[in-house]
Structures are given as C-alpha cells and as structure tokens.
Nanobody
Framework: QVQLVESGGGLVQAGGSLRLSCVVS????????MGWYRQAPGKQRELVAT???????NYADSVKGRFTISRNNAKNTVYLQMNSLKPEDTAVYYC????????WGQGTQVTVSS
C-alpha cells in the first residue's frame, strides 16, 4: 500500500514564498514521475509541475520562473518551491506519483492574499 503525505501549505501574502513537500511511503520499488497539481474553487485540476525519475522537469506556463520542482529519491520525497506567489496561485495542491499505478495525495491548501 502506498501513501502520500503532503505538507507546507498555508496562508502567505502576495510576493511571498512557500515550500511544499510530499513524502511517499509504503511498498515502493521505484517511483517514476512525481508531480504537483492544483485545483482552485470552481476550476478543474491542472498540472503545476512534474519531474521524471531522471530529473527532467515540466512546468505550467503560469508558474515558469517562479516555481521549482525537485525530488530526493533516497527519501521518496518531492518538493515544490513556490516564490513570488500571486493570489491566482490560491488552490489546493495535490501531490501525484506514478509507481505501478498513479497515486494522489490528500491535498494541501495554499492561500495567497493580495
């Protein structure tokens, strides 16, 4: 059984920074892709950033240059460093990993005040 536990969300003023973490535990042979998605009220869930097992990264245009995704394979952890946050970044952020199947975290709320 695989579990994802996210942390690091919270309330921050526009221009501020937050760092999200997602720890994957359970029966894991190897983790392929890891990533972050977000869902704002009334909107569909959207991709924020992904990172492949080899380190290749992909970002949504809206976060390029502000957010950085990274992973620590030894700790089965993926991070999302979010800088220069904007009110439109307000959403529930979900961790997503692909092992044998795709797994989702429970979500962590990020609120950016103007």
């Amino acid at each position: 059984q695989v579990q994802l536990v996210e942390s690091g969300g919270g309330l921050v003023q526009a221009g501020g920074s937050l760092r999200l973490s997602c720890v994957v535990s359970g029966t894991i042979l190897s983790i392929n892709a890891m990533g972050w998605y977000r869902q704002a009220p009334g909107k569909q869930r959207e991709l924020v950033a992904t990172i492949a097992s080899g380190g290749n990264t992909n970002y949504a245009d809206s976060v390029k240059g502000r957010f950085t995704i990274s992973r620590n394979n030894a700790k089965n952890t993926v991070y999302l460093q979010m800088n220069s946050l904007k009110p439109e970044d307000t959403a529930v952020y979900y961790c997503h990993v692909v092992i044998n199947y795709a797994y989702w975290g429970q979500g962590t709320q990020v609120t950016v005040s103007s």
